[in-house]
């Protein structure tokens, strides 16, 4: 039905035709051997149908979000998933103390300090967080 609309500016007949196996046939005159042949009207569409071509601008803009909207999509988790091997480069470089975070014992020995078990805390964190978010990106929530 769709064709017919584009070619009805050509202003051309199209015919209908109903073979003797109840097979249709639509052409542009009618076919040999037709039981039935009915011309179809092309000069008018249903007026509940939009043109072809807003149609087809129509689907063109809303495919052309939807594309948007998943490049931003594939985008948003590219940056997710940089930001999980960031933060796990971070925690991984972490682990060293820093200066100032090594107590001294009597005995020789040395103990790290609570600033360096806080340190770490908010490494792991960054990671759980960072790694949620990306969970989050994957699974569309």
Do not use: C
Request: net charge positive; no cysteine; charged share 30%.
């Amino acid at each position: 039905m769709v064709l017919l609309w584009g070619v009805s500016g050509w202003a051309q007949n199209i015919y209908r035709s109903t073979m003797p196996d109840g097979r249709v046939i639509f052409g542009d005159k009618p076919a040999s051997g037709a039981e039935r042949v009915e011309p179809i009207d092309t000069s008018s569409r249903p007026a509940n149908t939009a043109p072809l071509g807003s149609m087809n601008a129509e689907a063109a803009q809303q495919n052309e979000q939807r594309r948007q909207q998943r490049a931003a999509h594939q985008r948003d988790i590219r940056e997710a998933e940089e930001a999980l091997r960031t933060a796990k480069a971070a925690q991984t470089a972490g682990k060293e103390p820093l200066p100032g975070e090594r107590l001294g014992n009597v005995n020789g020995t040395s103990r790290l300090t609570e600033e360096y078990w806080e340190r770490q805390n908010v490494l792991k964190a960054d990671v759980a967080k960072a790694r949620k978010r990306l969970n989050a990106l994957r699974s569309g929530r």
